[in-house]
């Protein structure tokens, strides 16, 4: 089938297609009526020297701009005022500022500007420079040319071409390298031997460490950089066997043919841990593990592209014929490429460059990022999205050989020539292969028979490790490792012969840097200068290669963090913008359209993570999430030794938030599948404990100085209260839980009510059951059960809204509880934190206030209101949380603080999320002629029996969809269990919800809904997901028994067509817990949508 040939610029857009080759094509998305401002004040300079001449200030258009008016409504504003020629200046400034929003199309601006037009005088030169704005306006409000294309065009192609659509072979592999700076001085004939320039110059006298405490790892993520866009091909130096884009060619290949050896064609996934590049296993073992992060993460990415399956894209695979299979793999592979490379770009300026400008010494979150818009009046847009080719010159940069560790130089030792450097070369590929499957690193073994499976974790774990507390070298003069010798001379013979690159000073010049007018200014010290001054004579003729290397370092210093030569920190900023600005897929393509809404939220930095929005720890957490604690120093600033970090946060005041334990993989997992197993390991408190009770213990702890510790109030404790005891007693004592049905169930039904909504009374309403009737009813509910004060209108100073608290109570739950992805356990403690110690206060003040302290809530708030910032009313106490509080207090001596605690945790284990799940359940198709006799059952339930018989359909639908997928503990001692086998001491055991409520042996026909089963069976499920007490009862179940009975008394429900019917469900980390999306923000352990449309009855 032929290639389409590639598209071409009409002439038409204002000049022929080779002018435009020098910065193609430059579109201005979004412009608009803004687009206009550029002419409105070229309009307006032609008027402007009668304006010159007024002294006073001219605030017309500065009051507009601040009143935040477009640029078109504002010149229309003046030629209605007759001050255009006036505030000309002003309008200039206004533009260059950019400080105007977008035209508000509501105000019929367009149609008064028409209208001004036509009732002008046929001669008016205003009328005419009016006109000639709008028709510009007009032209401006489309791109031309077009930023990007659809169809073909939407991924990267194997070999880099197509990133600018309009010059196709821009930047694309097996190209000849570009030149960015002309050779203008004539150099010497006799110019050094290489040899001589390298022993004199550059070779390592002694191993400086890095003055910044910058890692190896650092350089390891250069050495990914610099072989995604240098690959030069070893018969013809001239040219670039890679692209010139940061499109991971080391693990995706040049080619399509390298590209195919590496892919499975099944899912768009590619075979476990393989990197394409066999060059990169000439590098330090560290770059190849950090490699290995990517390469791991774009089978995560192309995973996650099939469970989310956005707009339903994707179908099951075993559903498609080999035509459809091969569109589905390809799709899914390249737009799984596009996430990934998207995840380097985000490294690169949320990681690498931070450590580059020493922002990491900082709690700033500011990152150089520039791929977005940038407009301006008088400039225009500047470009983006144009391509890149790369140069010899930036070839040459990026050797950063003396920043090599003494570690990584171990690796490689002695002295090479040429052939010994093609003889390593080829005794790699030899040893290597060309099966990208079987490459190997490090000494280390691929797992799988035919050892083409992944690495063992611990084993790139331990690289990554090493790579981290590895300090690299200073960059220095005679810095360069002995190993690298020959390595340094074939390039400067390259440089030289090959490429005939300009001076040192010539390149500077280039770059808008003075020229060094003599050695000494290159590099002060004697030693250095004498020995370059005696080799080059003449400082212009100092060659670009030893030039750079040798230069004077910058001094490690604010936004000095790498500290390299002055020249090399100058010219890798404009390189790494030119590289992903001139890049369509980090521009115009990295967009929520181009990669789905679920990965671009994924992919933006979280500010409040612990490393200030840094994102490599959350690809170290995802793919090793047993190995790095959520507060890892190695996986949050990976790029600085851990030494060193520790210092920077001693010195930030926030070292006690971080953990500075290398990673170490932990002992795997024990699952316990049977009932009588599970049991066991719940009861048996000597063999297994609680792995919860230490972030329990966090969120409930006695400050010492605390809201109310200076109130002695205790008496002799007991030691043998419990917390069960007080939750026994708080809730479950006599039919406490079953009297509180009645009022569940009008709160619920007043939620429905004001809620649901449709065309009218008769036809089908729609409701959102989890964010309209779910939340409001959990949250309202526990307020009033514990006292915390709501806002509302009646009550405008609550301290909670109802969404706001039902946050904080799921991000405590989350937090001691569900912790699943460590990449966000930083801010997840932060916030529960918080909210744990407002709940905390509130519940203990409530508790002072029933018992009849003398401590008005009046001084709790105002503690809140100078310790959280937060504003709040809320003194009268209700019946039902002095009835709470009382049965608390009753229930124990022990001290109020520490009542208060297990208060908290109750209310935190009250927000779960059984009622949407046991709706969900229930929608599902197979489930509908249940459905049908639960409206029958809940249409009745106006008797013990039918509300009985209604907890009993919740249970069971719990049972087969647990709301929570298991619980943990940990094993005291060595254990022996039947079917789990033998568990060491330490070993976490994973009891799994959903196998132990299938186990035959206690549920017969477990796959069936059964009402008959005995209630003692559901015992078990009610201790890992709810509030339960001792005697198996469950608040949680009550609750979901009221919603589930008042939904179906109000009608049939249906679940909704298309997403918005659905609870968002994906897997967890390890799949081992249930995660759901969010509308706005990364995926929660708590669904907070879920359309369904109702029948009324």
């Keep these: 089938m032929a290639t389409p040939s590639p598209p071409k610029a009409p002439a038409v857009f204002g000049q022929p297609q080779e002018e435009r080759q020098s910065a193609p094509p430059s579109p201005s998305s979004k412009r608009g009526l803004l687009g206009g401002a550029k002419a409105a004040a070229s309009t307006a300079l032609q008027m402007a020297s009668m304006a010159l001449a007024d002294t006073e200030p001219v605030k017309a258009v500065e009051s507009v701009v601040d009143a935040g008016k477009s640029q078109l409504e504002l010149v229309f504003e003046q030629i209605s005022h007759k001050t255009l020629a006036r505030d000309a200046i002003s309008m200039i400034k206004a533009g260059v500022e950019g400080k105007t929003p977008g035209l508000d199309d509501r105000n019929m601006l367009l149609e008064k500007v028409v209208v001004l037009l036509y009732s002008l005088p046929p001669d008016s030169p205003v009328g005419t420079s009016l006109q000639n704005l709008f028709i510009r306006v007009l032209w401006d409000d489309i791109p031309k040319p077009p930023a990007t294309l659809v169809g073909q065009y939407q991924y990267r192609e194997a070999d880099g071409s197509k990133n600018n659509p309009f010059i196709p072979e821009l930047g694309a592999a097996r190209q000849p390298y570009a030149r960015t700076t002309p050779n203008l001085h004539p150099f010497p004939e006799n110019l050094p031997d290489v040899a001589t320039v390298f022993d004199s110059l550059m070779r390592r006298d002694k191993f400086v460490p890095h003055p910044s405490g910058i890692s190896s790892m650092l350089f390891a993520m250069a050495v990914l950089i610099t072989h995604s866009i240098f690959v030069t091909d070893h018969e013809d130096l001239n040219m670039n066997h890679a692209s010139s884009y940061l499109d991971l060619s080391p693990i995706y290949g040049n080619n399509q043919a390298e590209q195919d050896k590496i892919r499975t064609h099944v899912q768009g996934e590619i075979y476990p841990d393989v990197l394409s590049s066999n060059r990169l296993f000439l590098m330090s073992p560290g770059a190849v593990a950090l490699g290995l992060v990517f390469s791991r993460n774009h089978n995560w990415i192309a995973k996650k592209l099939v469970e989310v399956n956005q707009n339903g894209q994707f179908k099951p695979w075993n559903s498609l014929n080999d035509k459809e299979k091969r569109l589905q793999d390809h799709a899914l592979f390249n737009l799984a490429r596009n996430i990934n490379c998207l995840w380097f770009e985000e490294v690169i300026f949320q990681d690498y460059i931070r450590v580059i400008l020493n922002v990491n010494r900082t709690t700033s979150t500011w990152s150089l990022v520039p791929t977005d ?18 140069s010899a010159e930036f070839n040459i940069l990026y050797r950063w050989h003396m920043a090599i560790s003494a570690q990584d130089t171990e690796w490689l030792e002695g002295e090479m020539t040429p052939d010994d450097l093609r003889a390593v070369w080829d005794g ?54 002995e190993v690298m010798r020959i390595i340094d001379c074939v390039g400067m013979d390259a440089a030289r012969t090959k490429w005939r690159c300009a001076s040192l000073n010539e390149f500077r010049e280039m770059l808008g840097l003075q020229k060094y007018n003599n050695f000494e200014e290159w590099n002060p010290s004697p030693e250095i200068a004498n020995t370059a001054k005696h080799l080059y004579k003449d400082i212009e003729n100092l060659e670009l290669y030893p030039g750079l290397m040798c230069e ?5 210093a604010p936004a000095s963090g790498l500290a390299p030569g002055y020249t090399i920190s100058r010219a890798i900023l404009s390189d790494a913008a030119a590289l992903v600005r001139g890049d369509r897929f980090f521009t115009y393509e990295a967009t929520a359209g181009s990669v789905t809404s679920f990965h671009y939220r994924d992919l933006q930095p979280d500010y409040e993570n612990g490393a200030f929005g840094g994102q490599i720890g959350k690809l170290l957490m995802r793919h090793f999430p047993k190995a790095y604690t959520y507060n890892s120093v190695y996986a949050l600033f990976p790029f600085t030794t851990p030494a060193v970090n520790k210092q920077i946060l001693i010195e930030l005041g926030i070292a006690h938030k971080y953990d500075f334990t290398p990673p170490a993989e932990s002992t795997s997992w024990v699952e316990v599948k049977s009932y009588k197993e599970a049991e066991r390991v719940f009861t048996d408190s000597d063999s297994f404990s609680n792995v919860y009770g230490p972030a329990l213990a966090e969120m409930t702890r006695k400050h010492e100085t605390g809201l109310l510790d200076y109130l002695s109030l205790s008496t002799s404790p007991k030691s043998s209260e419990s917390f069960s005891k007080v939750i026994d007693a708080t809730f479950y004592s006599g039919q406490w839980s079953t009297a509180i049905y009645p009022d569940l169930a009008k709160l619920v039904k007043k939620h429905l009510d004001a809620t ?18 779910i939340v409001p009813v959990v949250t309202e509910f526990i307020a009033d059960e514990f006292g915390i004060p709501l806002k509302s209108e009646e009550n405008p100073l609550g301290l909670f809204t109802s969404k706001q608290l039902y946050e904080a109570l799921t991000e405590c739950w989350t937090f001691a509880y569900l912790n699943f992805d460590p990449g966000l356990g ?56 002095r009835k709470t509080c009382g049965r608390a207090l009753r229930a124990t001596d022990r001290p109020i603080s520490e009542v208060a605690g297990c208060l908290t945790i109750a209310a935190i284990r009250l927000v779960t999320a059984v009622s949407a799940c046991v709706i969900d359940f229930y929608l599902r198709e197979e489930n509908k002629k249940t459905l049908d006799d639960i409206c029958k059952v809940a249409r009745q339930a106006h008797n013990l029996l039918e509300v009985a018989t209604m907890q009993r359909f919740v249970q069971e639908a719990l049972r087969l969809r647990p709301a929570v997928a298991g ?50 069976v559901y015992a078990m499920n009610e201790r890992i997901s709810n509030l339960a007490g001792r005697g198996g009862q469950s608040l949680n179940t009550v609750m979901a028994c009221a919603i589930l009975t008042q939904l179906c008394s109000f009608g049939t429900p249906e679940r909704a067509r298309g997403p918005a019917g659905q609870l968002g469900c994906v897997a967890g980390a390890d799949n081992k817990c249930n995660v759901y999306l969010a509308r706005d923000g990364p995926p929660t352990a708590f669904p907070s949508s879920m359309t369904i449309t109702i029948t009324p009855a």
């Design 756 to 773: 649901a909504w449709g065309p009218s009374k008769t036809a089908h309403h729609t409701v959102d059951i989890v964010a309209d009737v």
């Design 967 to 1016: 619980s943990a503990r940990r094993a005291q001692k060595p254990v022996h269990l039947a079917a789990a086998g033998e568990i060491k001491a330490g070993q976490l055991v994973w009891i799994d919800a959903a196998a132990v409520n299938r186990d035959a042996q206690v549920f017969p026909e477990p796959d069936k809904i059964n009402l008959g089963r005995k209630s003692d």
């Design 552 to 556: 004077e370092p910058k001094p490690s």
């Design 826 to 881: 930083f801010k997840l403690r932060d916030k529960a934190m918080k909210a744990s110690e407002m709940l905390l206060a509130v519940i203990e003040a409530r508790l002072l206030q029933s018992q009849g302290t003398p401590f008005t809530i009046h001084e709790l708030l105002t503690d809140i209101k100078h310790l959280f910032g937060i504003e709040s009313q809320g003194v009268v106490m209700s019946e039902q949380a």
């Design 428 to 481: 790699m590929n030899k040893e290597l292969g060309d099966d990208p499957r079987k490459f190997t690193f490090g000494g280390f073994k691929r797992t799988g028979k035919d050892g083409t499976g992944p690495f063992r974790d611990q084993d790139i774990i331990a690289t990554l490790t090493n790579a981290t507390e590895w300090v690299a070298g200073a960059f220095k003069a005679r810095g360069i490792p």
């Design 373 to 390: 818009e940038i407009k301006s009046l008088i400039g225009g847009q500047v470009p983006r999205g144009t391509g890149n080719h790369v």
